[in-house]
Nanobody, 116 residues
Framework: QVQLVESGGGLVQPGGSLRLSCAVS????????MGWYRQAPGKQRELVAT????????NYSDSVKGRFTISRDNAKNTVYLQMNSLKPEDTAVYYC?????????WGQGTQVTVSS
């Protein structure tokens, strides 16, 4: 059974930082790309960042480029999202994601709220 479990969300002031983690089980982690997505209230889920199986190929949405860093530890079956210089518009539920063929798997999400 594939499981993705996010953690690390919370309330942070503008300009602050958070580090999200996503622990993955039920797959051979080191052969699958991973992604982080987010969904703000009333908005569609959007892609934040992706990382290839070996961590070589990385992509970011324009809205987070230069502020967020995606990484992975294949020994720990975990993908991370380091978020710096957070803005109120980063407030959302953050989800990690992977695909096995045409099937997408999601975690339960972790809430990130950026507010003073």
């Amino acid at each position: 059974q594939v499981q993705l479990v996010e953690s690390g969300g919370g309330l942070v002031q503008p300009g602050g930082s958070l580090r999200l983690s996503c622990a993955v089980s039920g797959i051979i982690f080191n052969i699958h790309g991973m992604g982080w997505y987010r969904q703000a209230p009333g908005k569609q889920r959007e892609l934040v960042a992706t990382i290839s199986s070996g961590g070589i190929s990385i992509n970011y949405s324009d809205s987070v480029k230069g502020r967020f860093t995606i990484s992975r530890d294949n020994a720990k079956n975990t993908v991370y999202l380091q978020m710096n210089s957070l803005k109120p518009e980063d407030t959302a539920v953050y989800y990690c994601n992977t695909r096995l063929g045409v099937v997408a798997y999601w975690g339960q999400g972790t809430q990130v709220t950026v507010s003073s």
